[in-house]
Nanobody, 122 residues
Framework: QVQLVESGGGLVQPGGSLRLSCAASGLDYYAIGWFRQAPGKEREVLSCITSSDGDTFYSDFVKGRFTISRDNAKNTVYLQMNSLKPEDTAVYYC?????????????????WGQGTQVTVSS
């Protein structure tokens, strides 16, 4: 059982930055995905990173603004979010897959964090 703990959410002005963290013991064996869900909308995939070679995927609407990375020594995966927009407001989740591959479908992830709220507003 993997318990994912997200942190780093909060209130930020448009154009600002936040860095989300996803931590858990033994995280280096898992591929990690970041998702978000805005009120009244379905959860959507943002980015993912493999367990081994650090290969990454980004959805088009965050490409160039968000960067995923992992520090296996700290059992932590990060999502650096720059140039934030009001439409980025959502609850952000990280998820883990023991397959190790970068997955874009949420149903393929076995473990989920509790979510962290990101609000972009002036």
């Amino acid at each position: 059982q993997v318990q994912l703990v997200e942190s780093g959410g909060g209130l930020v002005q448009p154009g600002g930055s936040l860095r989300l963290s996803c931590a858990a013991s033994g995280l280096d064996y898992y591929a990690i995905g970041w998702f978000r869900q805005a009120p009244g909308k379905e959860r959507e995939v943002l980015s993912c990173i493999t367990s081994s070679d650090g290969d990454t995927f980004y959805s088009d609407f965050v490409k160039g603004r968000f960067t995923i990375s992992r520090d296996n020594a700290k059992n932590t995966v990060y999502l650096q979010m720059n140039s934030l927009k009001p439409e980025d407001t959502a609850v952000y989740y990280c998820a883990a897959s023991p397959d190790g591959y970068c997955l874009r479908v949420e149903s393929l992830y076995d473990y989920w964090g509790q979510g962290t709220q990101v609000t972009v507003s002036s």
